[in-house]
């Protein structure tokens, strides 16, 4: 899985929808191409709690305009009217290595910027690499401390039982 890569080109019927009918038609290319059998299950992960911290969220609401996430590099990132729900899934997707669960409860979107220095572990999910943290007095706060001081949320380590696919068998496909 980590060094072979392959481009799968499907083309979906006429009336075909993007929902449940989608996918289970790349499920089947899938289990067909591959031989990929898999199942689900619940186990226990550790994960990431954003919840408001103690001081209250300093977030507020998004006006008019843009709308999605934008860095100008790592570290620097602007949020427009996005949702926490967007949010969690750019930490986890994108800078963090676990899932993050949005537990603060707050509905709305927003408008914020977020600054702080990354570290090895943030963005491998991506491909990219954290530069190495130069001993610079002036450089922004780690991220969990940057979230907590600037958007006045918090980010804490949990386990919680959570819904997994297992792949049970997966081969190379044979050529066309």
């Not at 979906?12 to 031989?35: W, Y």
């Not at 800078?95 to 943030?122: A, H, I, Y």
Request: one cysteine or more.
């Amino acid at each position: 899985m980590e060094t072979d890569e392959y481009d799968i080109e499907a083309v979906a019927g006429e009336g075909v929808q993007v929902n449940d009918q989608l996918q289970a038609m790349l499920q089947k290319l899938l289990a067909d191409r591959f031989q990929l059998t898999l199942h689900r299950e619940q186990r226990t992960l550790s994960v990431y709690a954003l919840t408001v911290a103690k001081g209250g969220s300093k977030l507020k609401a998004a006006e008019a305009g843009g709308r999605g996430a934008s860095c100008e590099h790592m570290g620097v990132c602007s949020f427009r009217s996005v949702t926490l729900a967007h949010f969690v899934r750019w930490l986890a997707y994108v800078v963090l290595d676990r899932p993050v669960v949005d537990k603060t409860w707050m509905v709305g979107t927003f408008d914020f910027n977020l600054r702080w220095t990354p570290d090895e572990s943030q963005f491998s999910a991506v491909g990219l690499r954290a530069p190495a943290a130069a001993d610079n007095p002036n450089a922004p706060p780690p991220l969990f401390e940057a979230i907590e001081e600037q958007l006045g949320l918090k980010l804490e380590p949990e386990k919680m039982p959570a819904e997994v696919l297992v792949i049970d068998k997966v081969e190379r496909p044979s050529e066309n």
